[in-house]
């Protein structure tokens, strides 16, 4: 089934509701299908992708790099006039709660609340859940408050005499009472019971779930023993996940992150950032480690962050726009270090905050540089960090020796690639196709022209390849799944024109589709229309909860129809596809095997009907 679960009885209770919404009070109809149609009303997809991703206006949508995949050229649209977005590069799409839940991780519910927030709309969602939504966010609330009672179980082991080997490590690395206790430093002493406190309050799923402990010859330990436990905190100060550090020579990692788990992704997650969210700097200092960010608060520099032992992903460019436009990179300076720095600085410019890059000699890491030369020496580093696409210049020119012809060559196409084709603006763009020409003294119309060259082929042939996996998709494509696309081609076009043409309203009927779900979405919405409902496509969305329908519905409407009579020649061309006809002798043939003589006459007047159509009689 496409919709939520129950769907016709579910789409029978929307149809009951809106029929009779008007002979209600307000407060008395049902409170999820209320806050939908308010959100949608109130909230603009444009305003909240742009939160996530930088918007390019084309035409009258606006595209940018997708956020659901890795990709050079931009894919991703958002229509305004219609609420929606689409990737017709990963085939996502949907309405602005789908992006949320999507881009969030979160529940169609919690989606919603997210959004209702930000209209302003004040509801109560505890009976408007669904008991899908209802178990997970129980299941969210139990692994929270675990976590919580693990965090209050660490801090307190931390100075207690029995474990004086930690609190001497604490001291060695240079860490402050005080500074331990705001970012909530603890100890997980070896051999403790802190499972078995656990069983006495939460049950064996949950505490599995966690992700804290490891079986072992029938056994529970906890992955942490031994360590120094650096609590992570999500933006509302919720302890979800742990780090720890061994405190001796042992074997083993040096650091060691929870798990991913239902409230925890290190790929979604910044260290620091529940505290450095609230400075007064315009910008964010992005640093590799637990002890770089502690290092530096201490100092009194309190809008730096840190990855957990991670690359760093889109999700975090989008966590961190959340709350500043700019950026400065500081990792580690060896080069591996250099090389996070060179992937990372990319993830975030084409994301669209402005990024920095700090380089620090004589020190490996952050931590070692401020211990040695002071917040002072730092903050002038901060000072003369490098814009993103000046510090990847240097990074390449230092590979080549530009008095040489092939190696300058070799250097112009690295530089095309590397610094040239991710630019979009215009103006940076012209900046740096100037700054080519300076250090390679190449006159700039021809690195201009050269450059204008290579990208309209490289995009030919992402297109050219785009075109064949479209292509391939559809050969693919069974009978059945044929006739089920077109069903849903048919839908898009009379959802998005139905209100604003009778001629449209009246070419469509029950009888033009084929696939049952289909043709429940259609009756409903068509009685809703008849009503005098207007049932925005974006609304429509909110009903379909498979991702493959969602994305043959945005992908169709997002190349919609300028003029009513085009999309009347897509439904009569949809209505007489040759898929239909072959689906409609198959169903006669059926009937004939089972004698249904009355079924075999009414297929047969629908099959001289379509050609009649079109053949034009």
């Not at 079986?215 to 933006?235: A, Q, S």
Request: with cysteine.
């Amino acid at each position: 089934m496409i919709f939520i679960k129950n769907a016709k009885r579910y789409f029978k209770k929307f149809v009951e509701i809106k029929l009779n919404c008007l002979k209600k009070r307000e407060g008395e109809h049902d409170v999820l299908e209320r806050v939908v149609e308010q959100v949608l009303s109130k909230i603009d997809i444009v305003d909240v992708v742009s939160m996530y991703v930088p918007l390019k206006k084309v035409g009258a949508n606006f595209r940018a790099l997708c956020p659901f995949h890795q990709e050079r050229t931009p894919s991703f649209y958002v229509s305004p006039a219609k609420q929606i977005f689409h990737c017709f590069g990963c085939g996502v799409g949907g309405n602005v709660i789908h992006f949320v839940m999507r881009i969030e991780n979160l529940t169609f519910t919690e989606a919603l609340k997210v959004l209702a927030q930000r209209a302003k709309i004040d509801v109560d969602f505890s009976q408007s859940q669904s008991a899908k939504d209802r178990a997970l966010a129980k299941q969210k609330e139990e692994l929270i408050s675990l976590h919580h009672d693990c965090f209050e179980y660490f801090q307190s082991q931390l100075y207690l005499r029995k474990n004086i080997d930690a609190a001497r490590y604490v001291l060695k690395r240079g860490i402050r009472k005080e500074t331990a206790k705001q970012f909530g430093l603890g100890f997980c002493p070896e051999n403790n019971n802190l499972y078995e406190m656990l069983s006495k309050k939460y049950s064996k799923e949950i505490i599995d779930k966690s992700g804290i402990f490891i079986e072992r010859n029938g056994k529970n330990y906890c992955r942490f023993e031994g360590r120094l436990i650096f609590p992570i905190f999500d933006t509302m100060n919720r302890v979800i996940g742990f780090g720890g550090r061994i405190i001796d020579d042992s074997q083993g990692p040096k650091y060691m992150n929870s798990p991913d788990t239902l409230i925890f992704s290190k790929s979604k997650v910044l260290y620091g950032l529940n505290v450095a969210k609230s400075s007064k700097e315009k910008d964010f200092v992005v640093v590799e480690g637990y002890m770089d960010v502690i290092s530096l608060h201490q100092e009194g520099i309190d809008n730096v962050v840190g990855v957990l032992g991670t690359a760093l992903t889109q999700d975090h460019s989008f966590l961190l726009r959340r709350y500043k436009n700019e950026v400065v990179l500081c990792l580690d300076s060896d080069q591996a270090g250099k090389n996070a720095t060179f992937r990372s600085a990319d993830i975030l410019y084409q994301n669209g905050l402005m990024v920095k890059v700090m380089e620090l000699e004589n020190a490996k890491d952050p931590d070692e540089y401020i211990k040695k030369f002071g917040k002072d020496a730092f903050l002038l580093k901060k000072q003369n960090a490098m814009f993103v696409i000046d510090f990847k210049i240097k990074q390449i020119s230092s590979n080549y020796d530009l008095s040489k012809s092939d190696q300058k060559f070799k250097f112009v196409r690295e530089y095309f690639e590397k610094i040239l084709m991710p630019i979009t603006n215009e103006v940076e763009r012209q900046e740096y196709v100037k700054k080519l020409s300076q250090l390679t003294q190449i006159d700039e119309d021809a690195i201009l022209k050269e450059f204008t060259k290579n990208e309209n082929i490289k995009l030919k042939r992402i297109e050219s390849i785009q075109h064949f996996k479209q292509v391939q998709q559809k050969s693919n494509l069974s009978e059945e799944e044929r006739i089920k696309k077109n069903d849903i081609d048919l839908l898009s076009i009379y959802v998005e024109w139905a209100n604003k043409s009778e001629s449209v309203r009246n070419a469509v009927t029950e009888d033009d589709f084929c696939t049952e779900d289909i043709k429940i979405l259609f009756s409903s919405i068509k009685n809703l229309i008849n009503e005098g409902m207007e049932l925005t496509y974006s609304m429509l969305l909110t009903f379909v909860n498979d991702e493959k329908i969602l994305s043959e519905l945005t992908s169709f409407s997002s190349k919609g129809f300028e003029t009513e009579e085009a999309a009347k020649r897509a439904i009569e061309e949809l209505k007489t596809n040759n898929n239909r006809m072959l689906w409609l002798k198959r169903e006669m043939l059926e009937a004939q095997k089972r004698g249904d003589t009355e079924k075999v006459l009414k297929l047969q007047m629908l099959i001289r009907k379509i050609k009649d159509r079109k053949e034009g009689i």
